[in-house]
């Protein structure tokens, strides 16, 4: 069973800075994209940031230049650092993988239990 767990997050005031990082466990073969994807109250869940397997990224727009995301393959891990915070950046940040068990077998997306960043002002 796979598992992702998410830690980092928490309170910071606007400007500040904050890490998450979220790591993979349980029966994975390989790992194809690794992201971040946020949910603020009364909001759809949206994407942040992903990375893939060689290392290209992509940024929502309200994000670029502000967020960083990468990853260690060998340890099935990805990483956001986040800086400059905004108000608007408060929401409940969820970890997510692509990933395939087994050789030959379909991929799946699996999500973290999400992690809270309040950003006052």
């Known amino acids: 069973q796979v598992q992702l767990v998410e830690s980092g997050g928490g309170l910071v005031q606007a400007g500040g800075s904050l890490s998450l990082s979220c790591a993979a466990s349980?029966?994975?073969?390989?790992?194809?994209?690794m992201g971040w994807y946020r949910q603020a109250p009364g909001k759809q869940r949206e994407l942040v940031a992903t990375?893939?397997?060689?290392?290209?990224?992509n940024y929502a727009d309200s994000v670029k230049g502000r967020f960083t995301i990468s990853r260690d393959n060998a340890k099935n891990t990805v990483f956001l650092q986040m800086n400059s915070l905004k108000p608007e950046d408060t929401a409940v940040y969820y970890c997510?993988?692509?990933?395939?068990?087994?050789?030959?077998?379909?991929?799946?997306?699996?999500w973290g239990q999400g992690t809270q960043v309040t950003v006052s002002s």
């Open positions: 997510n993988a692509n990933l395939n068990e087994r050789p030959l077998r379909p991929r799946y997306d699996y």
């Open positions: 349980g029966r994975i073969f390989s790992i194809n994209a």
């Open positions: 990375i893939n397997s060689g290392g290209s990224t």
